[in-house]
């Protein structure tokens, strides 16, 4: 079969991309712009690509038009021209589950943070066990090196996210997976471009939980209220709790305590998932107070620990003990763009990370605190998400950012005033609308020692590139 992906340089449909050529099929694909990383993965599999979504490409002969969300009417050409001469079309969710995930045990990893990550790790301890996982998730796991890829196991992970699948079925992506296990990693408000407010997120993920059958199993997150509230509108399989410190007594479940069975552990009065960290790089792992082992890796962060602990329970439900997960995860190399240093240059190091939330923001900087202790810590900002640059969050900026010593943002194409907003950080923070300025400023400021740690969901232009070689003029 011949499928055509409009949209195809978007991590998701970048990575159907693969899954779909590696199962046999005959792989194309548009997109406005077409560069790396995405463009280097899908070249390196054979799949061409084409600039633009121009309407002659409905002459390409395809058999099937998968459709990214980043398609809308009335905007690409091509789409117009699939709709007025009735040609086959799917949202790439729907092609996923019907061509591949049906047939698997899907595990789906869900949450506003974290998805990718823990879906990374999760992956990452069902290859360590030898299982062999196909895997599809938003960034470039470090222990595989490509973003998706399909094999004959049974198991399949797929980062599962909130956002819509397309212009023409404004559902959540992952109501189409059908997970027998499901991660709900944490819950917040984001994507105001679709979302009107938290209910309407909250409603999403209940139909998640709707789709994962008696006999499966959901791992959520016990310190989190709203994804507590969100159980508690109805839950119909067991359910493990992790939480890296003691939670709040949870709310009832349809008349019933919210714990799991028995067989199942964890929720509350049996202690659920919990990990106590030992230093900045290693904590260990109890389930109902029982001690199971230490993970010794080089992530910090509560975060991370939360989302080990989600992954080792996703995991046990297949199969793998938490001792051979815990051990797996000592050789876990994290994904791209999170936390990754880039360079170090006269004693100044660069890191790269994708937050862009200001939760994101904060966990980021507590994190590498915990790794660098007293020195200081320049936080590089780029408010690019569709949230922030409508300045839905624009109020929790300031405080995600005082776990840093001197903030510089990027405010070109803001529709809100970046400098007001940052305004209690008095003159510990900086706003600029130039690149070559910031870049300049972050450079001049910088001295030996120091951390300088760049934040964005996009290229935010080549800055790491940039600074590094300024740096070393």
Known sequence: MHIHILGICGTFMGGIAVIAKQAGHRVTGCDAQVYPPMST????????LIEGFGADQADIGADVFVIGN??????????EAILDRGLPYVSGPQWLYENVLKDK????????????????????????????????????????????RLTESPFFVIEADEYDTAFFDKRSKFVHYRPRTAILNNLEYDHADIFPDLAAIETQFHHLVRTVPGQGLIVANGGDGNIARVLARGCWSAVEWFACSPSPTLPRLRGRELEPSPASGGGQGGGGWTAVPVDATSFDVSLNDQPLGQVSWELVGEHNRNNALAAIAAARHVGVSPQVAIDGLSRFRNVKRRLELRGTVNGIAVYDDFAHHPTAIETTLAGLRSRVGGARILAVLEPRS??????????????????ADRVFCYSKD??????????PLADKAGTHDDLAALVEAVAREARP??????MSNGGFGGVHAKLLDRLGR
């Open 41 to 48: 993965q899908l070249e390196a599999q054979g799949i061409e």
């Open 70 to 79: 980043v398609v809308s009417r009335g905007k690409q050409p091509l789409m």
């Open 105 to 148: 045990w899907v595990l789906a990893v869900a949450g506003t943070h974290g998805k990718t990550t823990t879906s990374a790790m999760l992956a990452w301890i069902l290859e360590d066990a030898k299982l062999n996982p196909g895997y599809l998730v938003g960034g470039v796991p470090m222990n595989f090196g490509v973003s998706a």
């Open 386 to 403: 569709n949230t922030m640059k409508l300045g839905t969050l624009k109020d929790e900026l300031a405080g995600s950012l005082t776990g």
């Open 414 to 423: 803001l529709g809100w005033d970046a400098a007001a907003a940052l305004a």
């Open 449 to 454: 020692g120091d951390q300088i740690l760049v």
